[in-house]
């Protein structure tokens, strides 16, 4: 479709015809869809990705200029793309996918290899209590008290220290992807 028709489509649509919005998604579905699958390469999970913009896009019609409605579409994928990845590196920093392949987290390769290299200097850099604190934590599965007592420091000061070093291992590692798609 050339591009004077759908920004008409556009246009109508959001002047409120709402039959125009069926071209409109078929027109930036197969573009939503590429953009996705740059990122992550699971397909499944880029295509509900595709969906979740397009709705918004239907949700957010009020909101939209008509000049900006592209932009406007591609800024919510890329938001919804770094809350993924939020969740994703939560996930992979959880005691219970640690040991997740690339394959198996949804992330490419390269993205999922670069991630733990960040991973592995972000874990390098923390002060030497806070990376024995949490490795003692993720790696010997010591609980906050346990900890506490090997190191003969008040649990709360393990949990303090363990909520500080999640927190620059996430810092970390979400300023990487930030890099990645912008």
Do not use: C
Not at 86 to 98: G, I, N, Q, T
Not at 130 to 156: D, V
């Amino acid at each position: 479709m050339p591009q004077q028709d759908i920004q008409q489509n556009i246009v109508s649509w959001l002047q409120g015809d709402h039959t125009q919005y069926e071209a409109i998604f078929f027109h930036y579905h197969p573009r939503l869809y590429k953009y996705m699958v740059r990122f992550i390469k699971d397909h499944e999970w880029a295509e509900e990705m595709v969906m979740d913009v397009l709705y918004k896009v239907w949700e957010k019609r009020k909101d939209i200029q008509e000049g900006t409605f592209e932009n406007y579409m591609f800024t919510i994928a890329r938001n919804l793309l770094i809350s993924a990845w939020r969740k994703k590196v939560d996930s992979l920093l959880s005691l219970d996918e640690a040991a997740q392949t690339p394959a198996e987290s949804g992330l490419d390769t390269l993205v999922y290899k670069e991630l733990e290299h960040v991973y592995q200097q972000s874990l390098a850099a923390l002060p030497p209590q806070r990376r024995r604190i949490f490795l003692l934590h993720r790696q010997e599965n010591l609980s906050y008290r346990q900890i506490a007592e090997q190191l003969q420091l008040s649990p709360k000061t393990v949990e303090n220290q363990m909520a500080s070093a999640l927190k620059h291992l996430r810092d970390a590692m979400m300023r990487y992807l930030h890099s990645v798609i912008l």
